[in-house]
């Protein structure tokens, strides 16, 4: 569907439905096409693989917030391990324990943006049936 199509059955704002198909685009629900002879009109085709989709958000929006955290905890861990003192010593604790969970995130997101859905389901099963 193109954007002027778009516009015309949402009946928002041209600005706002290019707005709305970029964020989109971004997340990979949509994907922007062109067909020949069309010159510079953009056509959208809704993605159909929501596998690829949860795949390519762990990838873009939660592996940039583990990758901050994890920068942030490592520079907390730092200032506080130079401190001698009971607070300072119960905040590095916490500190190690939000480091180890956004470890096991980051393993997480590892096998699930690194593995098909036929690989995570036989996994998943086996770990069913061991239970």
């Known amino acids: 569907m193109s954007l002027d199509e778009l516009v015309e059955q949402s009946g928002y704002a041209k600005s706002t439905v290019s707005t709305a198909m970029k964020t989109m685009e ?6 922007r ?10 056509y959208y085709e809704a993605e159909t693989d929501f ?9 873009r929006e939660v592996q940039r917030e583990i990758d901050v955290m994890t920068r942030a905890l490592e520079s907390a861990e730092a200032q506080l391990e130079s401190i001698d003192s009971e607070r300072a010593d119960d905040d590095l604790e916490q500190i190690r324990s ?25 996994l998943l099963n086996r770990l069913r049936r061991s239970e």
């Not at 971004?26 to 994907?31: G, I, K, Q, S, T």
């Not at 943006?113 to 036929?118: A, Q, R």
């Open 33 to 42: 096409r062109s067909i020949p002879g069309e010159g510079k009109k953009a």
């Open 26 to 31: 971004r997340l990979h629900l949509v994907h």
């Open 98 to 122: 939000l480091k180890t969970m956004y470890e096991r995130s980051q393993t997480l997101v590892n096998v699930l943006t690194g593995s098909s859905t036929e690989r995570l389901t036989g």
């Open 51 to 59: 596998w690829h989709v949860l795949q390519e958000f762990l990838r």
